[in-house]
């Protein structure tokens, strides 16, 4: 199968502390692009970051992606109670084409 | 703007029967359109990708013959799931993307919709 592997699959930390989350992936890439998908509702693109980039930032999100590891992460900083949700890294391979999504990781914040 | 709607947003159906689910873009012509399945606290498993005016491909695996997909419009693809049984229940999730995107690649997600098969 294609699809990534996250790390870990169940994450719970106190909320304003940072959480991070691990996506492997098995074959080269053209890009890679993390979601979040509330209960039972539709996904929410957070950002994306191509094969030739190593990090990025967006707000209280931080993205790396080592191509020679075939593996990303998504940090983020100062966790809130809304940040509960579930995590999806998804990866592309060529322009406008399919993506996969990786098994996805479930972050609780406490209050 | 890039808002992809999905209808209906839930929808509970008696086993036999057929059942379709639309996903349409609002505010732009979608050239690619993508079904996923998900069932509960899993991953989005793609099920096939759809052109406007061809054939969808279809994922290793899923069933053509029961999962009917027609993107016959560039804002309308339908996905019809066949003689419906209580293994077909799920979240059907769609997504659509344009050749004119902003960002290439980039994706746009509709809602979902969750089906139940009694």
């Known amino acids: 199968s294609q699809q990534g592997e996250e790390d870990p699959q169940a994450l719970s930390i106190q909320e304003g502390e940072n959480a991070t989350m691990n996506c492997s992936y098995k074959t080269s890439i053209n890009n890679l692009q993390w979601y979040r998908q509330n209960s039972g509702r539709g996904l929410v693109h957070l950002i994306l970051?191509?094969?030739?980039?190593r990090e990025k930032h967006s707000g209280r999100l931080r993205v790396t992606l080592d191509t020679s590891k075939k593996s990303s992460s998504l940090l983020i900083t100062a966790s809130r109670a809304a940040d509960t949700a579930s995590y999806f890294c998804?990866?592309?391979?060529?322009?406008?084409?399919?993506?996969?999504f990786g098994s996805g990781t479930r972050l609780s914040i406490r209050p | 703007g890039a808002v992809v709607s999905q209808h209906p947003s839930r929808v509970i159906c008696k086993s036999g029967t057929s059942v379709k689910i639309e996903c349409r873009s609002l505010?732009?012509?979608?050239?690619?359109m993508f079904w996923y399945r998900q069932f509960p606290k899993k991953s989005l498993m793609l099920m096939a990708t759809?052109?406007?005016?061809?054939?969808?491909?279809?994922e290793q695996g899923v069933e053509k013959d029961k999962f009917l997909i027609n993107h016959a419009s560039l804002t309308l693809s339908t996905l019809t799931v066949t003689s419906a049984h209580p293994e077909d229940s799920s979240f059907y999730i769609c997504?659509?993307?344009?050749?004119?995107?902003?960002?290439?690649?980039?994706?746009?997600f509709g809602p979902g919709t969750r089906l139940t098969v009694t």
């Open positions: 505010d732009f012509q979608a050239t690619t």
């Open positions: 998804a990866t592309g391979y060529s322009s406008a084409s399919k993506i996969i």
């Open positions: 970051i191509r094969s030739n980039e």
């Open positions: 997504s659509a993307s344009t050749s004119g995107s902003r960002i290439a690649y980039e994706q746009y």
């Open positions: 759809s052109n406007e005016g061809s054939k969808a491909t279809y």
